[in-house]
Every structure is written in C-alpha cells, then in structure tokens.
C-alpha cells in the first residue's frame, strides 16, 4: 500500500525558513509519477505548489518560484520542501502527494503556523 | 493562471438527494493530446482530500457510482446522484491543464 507522510515543524518565525518532508513507502519515487506539495490556507483556498518528478526536475507555481525548493533523497525514499522567507500568509496546512495529472495519493498533512 | 470558479460556495442537501456542483474555468482546459485535465477532490472532516473523478468523467478507484462528472471544455459539473452522510465535506475542482495547476474555491456540502 502507497503510503505518504509529512513531518517538520508545527511553528516557523516569520523570514525564516519552512522545511517539512515527505517519507514515501510502498512505491519508489524514482519508478514514476511527479511529487508535490500541496497546501490548504485557512478557510478553504487550495496551492498547488510544485513537484519534483520521478527523473529529478521540478516544476514550481511561479507564485513562490523565487522562495521555494523541491529535493529529494533517494536513499531514503523522501523528498522536501523548503519555502523561504516565510510570513504568516504562509499559515497552511501542508500536504505532500503522488501526482500524473491527478493527485492520487496523499499525506495526512502537517499544520504549519507562521508566528513570532 | 487559469482561474475555476465553483457554485455554489456552499449547499445544503437532504439525505438521498441530488447535487450538482459546477466548476467553469477561465480558459479551455482541452490539453494539446486531446485529453482534458479536470478533476474533482473530496475534502472530509479531518481527513486529506481525495480523488474522486480524472479527466472529468473517470471515477478514480472504489468511487461510488454515484459520483458522475461531465462537461468540456470551460463548463464542468459534478452530480452526485444520492447524497449519502459520507458524502459530506469540502469538494473542489482542479485543473493540470495549463500551469501553474490550479484549485477552485471549494464548495462545502452540508446537511439542511
């Protein structure tokens, strides 16, 4: 069974950065499909923010282009984000997910507070 | 970016009822391979959201039939046949068409 799950921290100072990754099992990130991150605001607006893709590309919203970066370890079967200078409209809920078009697996997500 | 506006922002249903969620975008969301990249997620309580139907008719595995998505190019609508408890939550459209990907606005399904 695809199983994706997000861990990081639950609070971030505004102008630092936000890190949170995405542990993979039950399917190898390098076999196939793109990886992204996806996040919830509150309220109900939905981001997609971009994704690394099984060969190692990546593709970002141009919204965040110049804040955000996709990696990944293949090794351990993870990929990250890390979004940059951070304020508090980036307050969300973030999920990672499994994507060819359509997302087709999810993370639980992690609530992310942007706060001094 | 391609902008999806959903209607209604919220609706109340009665158990066993029809609902009908439209989802019109900004731009054709016919891709240059002939397919079109319209789809629909359900947003639970407390849970990640889910796919529910692809390419906008295709129901994504164990999806009820009565989930049925329809529509082209610029106009899509998601029915949902008999509204059971289940069914209530957050639905929103999404296009991966054009990028950057986008979301619509969500329309909450609730009880009357």
């Known amino acids: 069974e695809i199983q994706l799950q997000e861990s990081g921290p639950g609070l971030v100072k505004p102008s630092q950065s936000l890190s949170l990754t995405c542990s993979v099992t039950g399917y190898t990130i390098t076999s196939g499909y793109d990886w992204s991150w996806i996040r919830k605001f509150p309220g109900n607006k939905m981001e997609w923010m971009g994704y690394i893709s099984y060969s190692g590309s990546t593709n970002y919203n141009p919204s965040l282009k110049s804040r955000i970066s996709i990696t990944r370890d293949t090794s351990k079967n993870q990929f990250f984000l890390q979004l940059n200078s951070v304020t508090t409209e980036d307050t969300a809920t973030y999920y990672c997910?499994?994507?060819?078009?359509?997302?087709?697996?999810w993370g639980q997500g992690v609530m992310v507070t942007v706060s001094s | 970016d391609v902008v999806l506006t959903q209607t209604p922002v919220s609706l109340s249903v009665t158990l066993g009822d029809q609902a009908s969620i439209s989802c019109r975008s900004s731009q054709s969301l016919e891709y240059s391979d002939g397919y079109t990249y319209l789809e629909w997620y359900l947003q639970k309580p407390g849970q990640s959201p889910q796919l529910l139907i692809y390419e906008v008719s295709n129901r994504f595995s164990g999806v009820p039939d009565r989930f049925i998505g329809s529509g082209s190019g610029t106009d899509f609508t998601l029915k949902i046949s008999r509204v059971e408890p289940e069914d209530l939550g957050v639905y929103y459209c999404f296009q991966a068409t054009h990028d950057p990907w986008t979301f619509g606005g969500g329309t909450k399904l609730e009880l009357k």
């Open positions: 997910a499994r994507s060819d078009w359509e997302f087709d697996y």
